[in-house]
C-alpha cells in the first residue's frame, strides 16, 4: 500500500498538469506581475516568454517590498520594476487603485500575483476580472493561505502540490485553472519539499497565464 513511509524515489515527481491546447492569440498577451519575494515565478514567465511557449512579453514588474529578490532579477532581465510599498497607502483598496493605473498604463492584459504577499481588494478583482491570476504552493483547497507548504508537512499527507488559479476578493479561492501534485517523502522538509513545488510552479504558472489571457478574446 502507498504510504509516506513507503519505497519511492526521492526525485519522482507527481505531476499531473493537463494537456492544455490553447489557440494562439493574435498578438503576445502583455503580461505584469507581482511579487514580494525571491522572484523566482516572475522569472520563469520571463523565461517561458522568451524562450517556451508562453506567446507574451512581461511588461512591468511591480514589488511592495523593497527588499525583494525580484527586483534584482528584474534587473537582470531587463524588466521594468517599480516599488509600490503598500505601507504608504492607508488601505488595501488605495493601494489597489495605484496598482491599477499602473498597469493600465503600461496597457497590462493579464496580472500576475507571483508571490504577492497582500490580500487583494475587489478593486484588483474588478479590474482585472477572469485576468488575475494567483500561484499558490498547495493543491487547493487545502492548505489557503500563508505557509502551505509547512501546513502540509505537519498534517502529514503524501501528495500536496501547487494551484494556479483566478482571483477573488477571498484568499487563495478563486477558480483553479491548473494544479500539478507533487508526492511528499518521509525524510522531507521544508527545504527538500519547497524547491520541488516550485519547479512545478515555475511549469504551472506560464499555462495558467496563457489561460487566463484567452477571456481577453473571448469578452469574459
Ligand atoms: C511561491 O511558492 C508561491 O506559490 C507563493 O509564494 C512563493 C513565491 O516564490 N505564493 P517566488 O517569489 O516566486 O520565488
Known amino acids: ?30 503580461v505584469g506581475v507581482m511579487a514580494s519575494g525571491q522572484g523566482s515565478n516572475f522569472e520563469a514567465l520571463v523565461m517561458a516568454s522568451r524562450h517556451g511557449g508562453l506567446f507574451a512579453e512581461v511588461v512591468g514588474l511591480v514589488v511592495n ?21 503598500h505601507r504608504h497607502y492607508s488601505s488595501r483598496e488605495a493601494l489597489d487603485h495605484v496598482l491599477v493605473n499602473h498597469f493600465s498604463s503600461l496597457q497590462v492584459d493579464v496580472l500576475v500575483m507571483a508571490g504577492w504577499m497582500r490580500i487583494v481588494s ?4 474588478r479590474a482585472y476580472g477572469k485576468r488575475l491570476v494567483n500561484i499558490h504552493p498547495s493543491l487547493l483547497p487545502a492548505f489557503r493561505g500563508i505557509n502551505a507548504m509547512e501546513k502540509a508537512l505537519a498534517a502529514g499527507v503524501c501528495i500536496t502540490g501547487c ?10 479561492a478563486g477558480p483553479i485553472l491548473i494544479q500539478a501534485a507533487v508526492p511528499i517523502y518521509p525524510k522531507d522538509t521544508m527545504a527538500t519539499l519547497a524547491p520541488r513545488i516550485q519547479a512545478q510552479e515555475h511549469r504551472i504558472l506560464p499555462m495558467a497565464v496563457a489561460m487566463a489571457g484567452q477571456h481577453l478574446w473571448h469578452g469574459q
Not at 4 to 30: E, F, H, N, Y
Not at 122 to 125: A, D, F, Q
Not at 163 to 172: I, N
Open 65 to 85: 517590498n523593497p527588499q525583494s529578490m525580484a527586483l534584482a532579477r528584474a534587473k537582470g532581465l531587463n524588466v521594468p520594476a517599480t516599488v509600490i510599498n
Open 1 to 30: 500500500m502507498a504510504s509516506r513511509d513507503g519505497p519511492a524515489s526521492p526525485q519522482t515527481l507527481a505531476l499531473v498538469v493537463p494537456q492544455v491546447r490553447l489557440p494562439k492569440p493574435p498578438r503576445p498577451l502583455r
Open 122 to 125: 475587489p478593486v484588483l478583482c
Open 163 to 172: 494551484t494556479a488559479h483566478l482571483v477573488v476578493p477571498d484568499v487563495d
